[in-house]
C-alpha cells in the first residue's frame, strides 16, 4: 500500500529504547549498521547519504541500514519528515523518543560518551561501536570488515 | 597492501583514543586561560574563593545546549555564592561550525544574559585536556590544597530536552555532597549533546 502512497513511505515509527533495542540485538544472518542521528547535527546530516548508499550498495550483501534519529518529537512533522522526502532517504529511518539518555546510552555502547553521530556496526560474528564522523571510504571499510567475516 | 594495513591500524586508533583520552575521575585538572565574551582573559586562577567549578563545555548551536541554557544559568546563580561558579567553554571551531564564532557567542551571552563566563577554546587546546566530546558536557572539579580535582563528568541532569521531566539532578547532587564534605555519589552519567567541531 505504501508504495502508492509518497507520504506513507515517510511514515517514521517512534520507539522508546525498549522498543529498538531488539534491532540492536538481532542474531541472524544480517549485517547491521545502526547509526544515531538528527537532522539539527550538521556532520550527521552529511553522512547520512553514505549510509543510504551502503543501504543500497551492499543490499544484496545482506547489510541492513537503520538510521535512528534523536530529533525532538515536537519537530517530527516539521524537519525530520521534511529532511527524508527531501533526501529520498531510502533506509529504515526510526525516531527514538526516549529522554532518559542515561539508562540507554551504555546499552548501545559502554564506549559511547552521548556525541552524535554514532554509530553501531554488528552481525552474528561480532560487534563494532564509533563515535566518530565518517567519511565514505571509512564507512564502506569498515562494513567489508564485517561482510567478508 | 601494507600501506592499506598501516592505513586501517591508524583508523582503529584514531577512533578509540577519540573516546578515551581526556580526564577521569580523581584526575588534576590544568588551569587554563581563555578569552571571555566581555573581552578579557579568565582562568580558574581569576576565581581565589572558589572551592570548585562546573566547567560546562558549551556552544551557541546546538539544541541540546539551548534546551539546557536556562539550567546552566540557575546552577550557576544558586552554586556561585556557595563557591562552585559556572564557567562554560566553547569547544568549536567556528570554521566548521560558523554559528559558534567568538562573535555569536558575544551575542548569544547578551540575549541569554549570561551570569557566568563563557569562554571560547581558540585553538582548541582545552577540550582535548579534558577529554570533552560534546556540547553540553560537564566537569566538575573541587579544590583540595593548590590542586583541582575532577569529581563528576557527564550530564546536568536526566531529561536534557525537558527540564521540568527532570528526576535525577545528578550535577547538582553532585556539587551538594561536595558541600557537604562528601564525594558524589554518582560520578559518571551520559547524555546525548552535538559533538565537538574539529576540520578533518
Redo the contacts between chains.
Sequence with gaps: MGAQNPEAKYNVQIYDFEGIRPLLEKDNDTTYVIN?W?T????CVREIPYFDKINSKFAEKKVKVILIS?D?PNQYDTRLIPFLKERQIKSRVILLDD????RW??LVSE???????ATLIYNSHGKEF????FTYE?LE?EVLKFISN | MKKFVLFLSLVAFSTTTLISQGYTIGDKAEDFRLKNVDGTMVSMADYPDAKGFVIIFSCNHCPFVVATEDRMIDLHNKYAPKGYPVIAINPNDPEVQPQDSFEKMIIRAIEKNFPFAYLFDEGQKVYPKFGATHTPHVFLLNKSGDDLIVEYIGAIDDNTRDASQVEEHYLANAIDALLAGEKPAVTETRAIGCTIKVKK
Design positions: 544515531f538528527a539539527w547535527c550538521s556532520p534523536l525532538f529522554p532518559r539518555a542515561n546510552i551504555p564506549k559511547w560518551t552521548g556525541a552524535i553521530p564509533y563515535q566518530k564522523v571509512e571499510n
